[in-house]
């Protein structure tokens, strides 16, 4: 299994920044796609950003495309979300999550961190 662990979370006006990371440990190398997911109070769980561990190629839902950086440190075994011109729209739990190409080319996430806050405030 993959454990992982969120921080960076809180309070920001909208307009700034934040950047939340997450820190991979356990069976690491099990898991070659990393996401950032996050819900918000009343609506379902959302995809916001993704990577893989051994290569280059990151994609973004279209809501946070040209906003939000996702990056990694292979070293640390740590990846990172760069929120930037944050609207309280952003306002959510984030979750960072490890997954796998599964049959058909579908990644599966199944080992989710327990969240970080972000709140934007207007």
């Known amino acids: 299994q993959v454990q992982l662990v969120e921080s960076g979370g809180g309070l920001v006006q909208a307009g700034g920044s934040l950047r939340l990371s997450c820190a991979a440990s356990?069976?690491?190398?099990?898991?070659?796609?990393m996401g950032w997911f996050r819900q918000a109070p009343g609506k379902e769980r959302e995809f916001v950003a993704g990577?893989?561990?051994?290569?280059?190629?990151?994609y973004y839902a279209d809501s946070v495309k040209g906003r939000f950086t996702i990056s990694r440190d292979n070293v640390m075994n740590t990846v990172h979300l760069r929120m930037s011109s944050l609207k309280p729209e952003d306002t959510a739990v984030y979750y960072c999550?490890?997954?796998?190409?599964?049959?058909?080319?579908?990644?599966?996430?199944?080992?989710w961190g327990q969240g970080t806050q972000v709140t934007v405030s207007s």
């Open positions: 356990g069976r690491t190398f099990s898991r070659d796609r």
């Open positions: 990577l893989s561990w051994s290569n280059s190629i990151t």
């Open positions: 999550a490890a997954g796998f190409i599964a049959r058909g080319g579908a990644i599966e996430y199944d080992c």
